[in-house]
């Protein structure tokens, strides 16, 4: 019997290695064709188009730039709200309030573009001048709502293993909560939150929906979050929606778009786990 | 301490070392424990004794870095040896733990479940068994009419004695009991004791306790752990009145531990 | 005013900055659903449900959207269902602290890691493309399935070892072995964190729409599935075409299908979320 069990464990380590085998080897082809330093320096993409250029850096931005408006958003109201619900908020706020944000993330993410675009868009083009149907800042602002209860979540469970001694201290020499949670929890509980920052960083740079929908398809290298832009995710899911023939340059774009995203979160996740396990020895 | 002859040995202990990891936790032990008797094990925390009782049926095997010098032996077998299946040792040699641990399930789920693991099927065989061995752990009285209910449901006392019934349904010739009593309120504790000192009739019992009143009360013969050392083992009453070694005098008169 | 004075301000002031925030959100949340609602409630009716999607709005149906998702739903439930709790008691149970044992625990964090369109690669390459399996509901329910089965074992997982440990003593004092000890006492005793695990996983997997996309699933399919191995569709991939439909009638359509995506995804949590609840309740240990 334990035999088939650990079968059945071994299946997770084949999904590595089929994940890391069809990126690294599709990506290899590609990279026969076109150089590393191209890829990586090159300030173009436009694999379709009959000059092509392949550089990844105008989707690199792309992510970056919807990742940082959405973390933007949601690190500070995530870790506010995980210290109000940890620190202050009665029981019975408590309660009810948890559900409601696990709803916020149990939203499939096609339906949050679907908002990004048909509600968020319109409402910001009454204020912001130029800013086009498809555009990162709408993308970045519903994203970093969908974070939010990742955030808040994770940060709260890292406050609550705080320690009652370390509490019972601060308030037994007349601190406010205020500063009790500031100068003393919070830092306590620091390596956790750092934790649910940086994958909740990841979960942004990999999401696909909200952008596809919402940010367009325009590898378009640039900082103004008024204009259209093109993320890997989004990059991937329209070329592979499209006609591609296979073993041809255009589909093995797709993979090496592909790999710098999986390097790119598998380096992030495997930071966060490193100090989830250096740092949680603290209280145990 | 009356030296025994090998056939009266049930439990031994031979040159006993026992290590977790680097650290020694018990030094050359040797006891020889007649069958039919109540042995206590006595002695300040840590000083050793629920390991050694856990030797005896090798739950210490789960404890990560435990490694042992020395033998054991159960009816002249020694049961380290490669060939010895852990299952059948702990159905002759039974436990009963700290804190009652009755499985989530109902009175008689309990006390069936050693027969269901041997494979039993047979209706019959397995009632008859539940109500014996319940009425020997005293408590057949009060669940009878409900075999049904929850084990949880029984309070601490009860919920200890279903644990030895629990354990004497496999019919064991030795009984381990790491401190059965300590987590129960006062009369359930006479009833166990009491209980103990009925079962003894059958079974082999030894008994980790650290109320020295206890084993004064139920048991015949004492050992005295230390740190690791079994400082003295002999007759309870001679170990209570008049010890040979001057630290087992120290811990009785409440000097330290 | 006093430094206690001014710090009991402050104090205040951030607890009202709290409450402001956990409201932004619910109130984010309150928003777009009624949005939603109010664009697309009048499209459900019986006909919405059972046509199929058209060049025209008022005709458009998901009828092949939701027999979709309900196809690729029970498959990949079938095959990541088995594997994951198997793979759960696994890791809980029996490999403890070997080398073996952090090398599968920092493989798994990974894995839950990886974004879900990385899986739709992984399943192109292997299911569709070297196992042959086509663009079909069976590619999609093992590539849903490998997506899945992280959530499953981490959930199985957690249900283990809420059993205490007492339990498993217990068992083994009385000569059970291993698997006799978590067959007979230790699974029964976490079936209700392993199903609501499950039915969280699956909630998650109704909602995956990029990895979907990559394999091939269709955006106009004109009939519905009758094998493992047609051709399919399922609804986040039927909402997702008509955002990009140029008519904008057709966004009243997506409206419509999200109304009963999240009526479904809301309806799995809560029997999930219920029914964890009430597990807890029941086993105080």
Avoid at chain 3, 3 to 19: C, L, P, S
Avoid at chain 3, 103 to 111: D, G, M, Q, R, Y
Wanted: glycine share 6%.
């Amino acid at each position: 019997m334990k035999r088939v069990l650990m079968i059945c464990a071994i299946i997770t380590v084949l999904t590595t290695v089929g994940i890391v085998w069809v990126l690294f080897s599709e990506s290899y082809t590609f990279f026969q064709h076109v150089s590393i330093i191209d890829f990586l320096t090159d300030t173009e993409w436009s694999p379709l188009s009959t000059n092509k250029h392949f550089g990844i850096m105008p989707l690199l931005s792309g992510t970056l730039l919807i990742t940082v408006i959405s973390m933007c958003i949601a690190a500070p109201m995530g870790i506010t709200i995980a210290m109000y619900l940890s620190e202050y908020a009665p029981k019975k706020f408590r309660y009810y309030i948890k559900p409601i944000l696990e709803i916020l993330a149990a939203v499939p993410t096609v339906v949050y573009g679907f908002f990004a675009l048909t509600v968020v868009t319109p409402f910001l083009q009454n204020y912001i001048p130029n800013l086009a149907g498809f555009n990162a800042l709408s993308a970045g602002l519903v994203m970093g709502i969908m974070i939010i209860p990742m955030i808040s979540s994770l940060s709260e469970d890292a406050l609550y293993a705080v320690p009652k001694s370390l509490r019972e201290g601060a308030y037994g020499m007349g601190s406010t909560r205020l500063q009790t949670t500031f100068r003393v929890i919070l830092p306590a509980a620091s390596s956790g939150i750092i934790v649910s920052l940086i994958l909740a960083f990841a979960r942004a740079v990999g999401e696909t929906m909200i952008v596809t929908v919402a940010a367009g398809n325009m590898a378009n290298l640039t900082a103004d979050p008024r204009e259209t832009v093109a993320t890997i995710t989004a990059f991937i899911v329209n070329m592979s929606s499209g006609d591609v023939q296979q073993d041809s340059i255009e589909y093995q774009t797709i993979f090496a778009a592909g790999v710098t995203l999986f390097v790119f979160t598998f380096i992030l996740n495997s930071v966060s786990f490193y100090i989830k396990k250096r740092f949680q020895e603290k209280y145990d | 301490m009356e030296k025994l002859s090998i056939k009266d040995k049930k439990l031994e202990a031979i040159n006993l070392n026992v290590y977790y990891g680097e650290k020694k936790v018990l030094k050359d032990v040797n006891i020889a424990i007649k069958a039919n008797t109540v042995t206590a094990f006595i002695g300040p925390s840590g000083c050793g004794k629920s390991t050694f009782l856990r030797t005896f049926n090798r739950m210490n095997d789960y404890v990560e870095g435990f490694r042992k010098e020395g033998d054991i032996i159960i009816d002249g077998k020694d049961i380290y040896q490669k060939m010895v299946r852990v299952e059948d040792l702990r159905k002759k040699v039974g436990m009963v733990f700290q804190k009652p641990n009755p499985f989530p399930k109902s009175i008689f789920e309990n006390v069936a479940y050693g027969l269901k693991i041997q494979g039993i099927n047979n209706k019959q065989l397995i009632e008859d068994t539940v109500e014996k061995s319940l009425k020997q752990s005293a408590l057949w009285e009060e669940v009878k009419d409900d075999l049904k209910k929850s084990a949880l449901s029984l309070s601490g006392g009860q919920q200890q004695r279903l644990c030895i019934a629990r354990a004497l349904a496999l019919e064991p010739s030795i009984l381990l009991m790491d401190e059965p009593a300590s987590a129960l309120d006062p009369i359930s504790t006479s009833k166990i004791e009491d209980l103990i000192w009925e079962l003894k009739e059958k079974y082999t019992i030894v008994i980790v306790t650290h109320n020295m009143q206890q084993a004064g009360r139920i048991s015949d013969n004492t050992a005295f752990f230390y740190m690791g050392d079994l400082v003295e083992y002999d007759e309870t009453k001679k170990i209570f009145t008049n010890p040979e070694k001057e630290r087992t005098q120290n811990y009785i008169t409440g000097r330290f531990g | 005013m006093t430094n206690a004075d001014k710090n009991r301000i402050k104090d205040k002031m951030f607890e009202y900055f709290g409450i402001a925030c956990t409201l932004f959100a619910i109130a984010m949340l309150v928003v777009f659903l009624g949005d939603i609602l109010m664009t697309g409630i009048k499209k459900i009716d019986f006909n919405f449900l059972t046509s199929y999607p058209s060049s025209r709005p008022k005709r458009a149906g998901i009828y092949p959207a939701w027999t979709g998702t309900l196809w690729i739903l029970s498959l990949t439930a079938i095959i990541a269902i088995p594997i994951g709790i198997a793979a759960g008691i696994y890791f809980e149970e029996y490999a403890k602290k070997s080398k073996m044992a952090s090398f599968l625990e920092i493989n798994l964090a990974n894995l839950a890691g990886v974004p879900s369109i990385i899986y739709g690669l992984l399943g192109l390459q292997i299911f569709v493309r070297t196992l042959n399996f086509g663009t079909s509901i069976l590619a999609g329910a093992c590539t849903l399935a490998l997506l899945i089965l992280p959530i499953i074992i981490v959930s199985t997982r957690e249900a283990l070892k809420a059993v205490p440990d007492s339990i498993r003593q217990a068992s083994y004092g009385m000569g059970a072995n291993t698997w006799q000890t978590i067959w007979h006492q230790v699974l029964p005793a976490s079936t209700g964190g392993i199903i609501t695990g499950i039915i969280l996983a699956i909630s998650r997997a109704i909602g995956e729409t990029a990895p979907l996309i990559v394999i091939g699933a269709a955006a106009y399919i004109t009939k519905i599935p009758d094998s493992p191995m047609s051709d399919f569709t399922v609804l986040p991939m039927q909402i997702y075409s008509w955002i990009g439909m140029p008519d904008k009638d057709f966004a009243e359509s997506a409206a419509g299908g999200i109304i009963v995506l999240l009526f479904i995804t809301f309806l799995l949590n809560g029997i999930a979320v219920f029914l964890r609840n009430r597990w807890q309740k029941k086993v105080k240990w």
